[in-house]
């Protein structure tokens, strides 16, 4: 296992800058059985900004985690020749004294800790054996000021935004003088000013001579600041692409990525038919007692049987709130305004209540609060309608299976059962299990909240295919998106919010990303 070490001279010649940082050759790497990884070989060059791309569960993030010694030497076969020299990572430390840093998606901060202990935890600035605290402030501050973020090194985590501790957990790493970063996902829960502050910083970095490794599904990034990109498809490389040679563009990716292509990545509906309101509230406004304020004001909105409305807005526009005001009120707002549904006027004191009048919540946050990660798929859909298999108030272990496999089969949820733990889905099947759960309760209006936040192109084309067989079928759909080309792409008619209120009503044949964020920066 590891292959042949290959001599330190093979792999550095004279001209440093242009020459591989990191080859990976032949990795394999097997789970139970699976093949997750199949002689898969990756290049990169010392500072470039190369990116992994691949549908979810093609291997990217297992590759990264062989690179960085989370999967040790020994549990997988093929070489890393990192700075010219084969490694044995036995875990992740060995990686980090090499100059490799990776960064998850899900942050590694201590929340109630302060910034400048966050940047030096595990790598504390000492003088004689004793942590020299205004040292470490002062090192914390050479290091913010890497990243261009200006804030007190004494503020506490918790009290920054998520765009601002991404920035500081890059300049945790950039304080163990990394020379290798990688980043998996890490503008997926960053708005659009977030993400292009970091995209940015990654620009500055590659100019200091940091080499990048950053694993995105947002195409337009890939396009933006690729030098290179690297497409895994089903556990092995597909190609690398090059922008020096006008290679990465969207439908060369797609392509790859999937092995076909996608003409249209938003399937059209040819017929289109509304009828009848479903939903409208008027004057509707939600105050939060413990914020003091309101995060919905005035709303008036309406929703048609067989439309898709898409809620366009910032980050903190109010529109996941607004969604959740009219799904039972979970978090105890101070409601306001009048709710009718099929033309009745409504209302919810429970989640429990929305969903007997035919309403469904799909969360933005799968992990946190949509699924059951540590159960299988099975217990997942029938999570939120337990009567449907349980007739005389018993749970039917047969027809629990039986709708979980229909749910398994229609949304071409790939599991070799349905009592895979969902926890080990890639996170496009996560969302399908997510939105089979709330079919299973036979909604008449689905609401979903950012449907396609982190998964791969060829998932969302399957959750948009899905949208409109439901739509075909009566459904109505409100969807929350901050990906303006989704909303374009998939709405009748868009809602922009900002500061919690309606700014815009726009037919999707006359909306354009311009009027839209017009709309949303009021």
Not at 208 to 231: N, R, W, Y
Not at 262 to 272: A, N
Not at 318 to 344: H, M, Q
Request: overall charge neutral; hydrophobic content about 40%.
């Amino acid at each position: 296992m590891g292959g042949n070490i290959l001599d330190k001279k093979e792999h550095r010649t004279a001209g440093g800058r242009g020459d591989n940082i990191l080859e990976m050759r032949g990795i394999s790497k097997n789970f139970t059985g699976v093949k997750a990884l199949s002689d898969v070989n990756f290049q990169v060059k010392r500072g470039e900004i190369h990116f992994l791309v691949g549908e979810n569960g093609a291997g990217k993030s297992t590759l990264m985690k062989v690179l960085s010694g989370v999967y040790p030497y020994g549990t997988y076969e093929g070489d890393i020749v990192y700075e010219g020299t084969v490694q044995q990572f036995g875990k992740i430390t060995d990686s980090v004294k090499t100059g490799i840093a990776i960064i998850y998606q899900e942050l590694a901060l201590f929340p109630d800790l302060s910034v400048y202990e966050n940047i030096f935890a595990g790598n504390e600035v000492k003088r004689g054996g004793v942590i020299d605290w205004n040292e470490t402030i002062i090192q914390s501050r050479k290091m913010l000021d890497k990243v261009k973020l200006n804030v007190n090194p004494e503020t506490l985590i918790r009290d920054l935004g998520v765009g601002k501790q991404q920035l500081v957990e890059i300049a945790k790493t950039l304080s163990k003088d990394v020379k290798l970063l990688i980043l998996d996902e890490p503008t997926a829960a960053l708005n659009e000013n977030d993400s292009e502050n970091l995209l940015q910083l990654l620009r500055e970095l590659k100019n200091q001579g940091i080499t990048c490794i950053m694993i995105s599904h947002k195409l337009k990034e890939v396009i933006s600041i690729a030098d290179k990109a690297t497409v895994i498809r089903d556990g092995k490389t597909i190609c690398t692409l090059d922008a020096a040679k006008g290679e990465i563009t969207e439908a060369q990716i797609i392509k790859n990525m999937v092995g076909r292509d996608i003409e249209d990545i938003y399937p059209k509906r040819p017929d289109k038919k509304f009828g009848e309101h479903i939903l409208e509230v008027k004057n509707w406004t939600a105050y939060d007692p413990t914020l003091g304020r309101n995060l919905v004001k005035n709303v008036d909105l309406y929703v048609k049987k067989g439309e898709i409305v898409g809620i366009a807005g910032l980050m903190g526009s109010g529109r996941t709130e607004f969604a959740l005001s009219i799904f039972g009120n979970p978090r105890n707002y101070k409601l306001d305004g009048e709710l009718y549904v099929d033309g009745k006027r409504s209302k919810f004191r429970h989640t429990s209540e929305a969903i007997k009048a035919g309403i469904a919540y799909v969360t933005e946050d799968r992990k946190g609060d949509g699924l059951f990660l540590l159960q299988d798929i099975k217990s997942n859909v029938s999570a939120a309608n337990l009567k449907g298999i349980s007739p005389g108030g018993v749970i039917n272990d047969n027809e629990e299976v039986k709708v979980a496999n229909e749910y398994k089969g229609s949304m071409n949820i790939k599991a070799p059962s349905v009592e895979q733990i969902v926890g080990n889905l890639s996170g496009g099947n996560q969302q399908k299990v997510s939105l089979g759960k709330w079919l299973f309760v036979g909604p008449q209006l689905l609401i979903l909240d950012e449907p396609t936040r982190g998964i791969d192109v060829g998932a969302k084309f399957e959750i948009y295919t899905i949208m409109n067989k439901l739509i075909a079928q009566g459904m109505s759909i409100i969807m929350i998106s901050s990906e303006l080309g989704e909303v374009l792409g998939m709405s009748d008619r868009i809602y922009v919010m900002a500061e919690g209120r309606i700014k815009g009503e726009i037919a999707a044949e006359e909306a354009d990303q311009e009027k839209i964020m017009q709309f949303a920066t009021q």
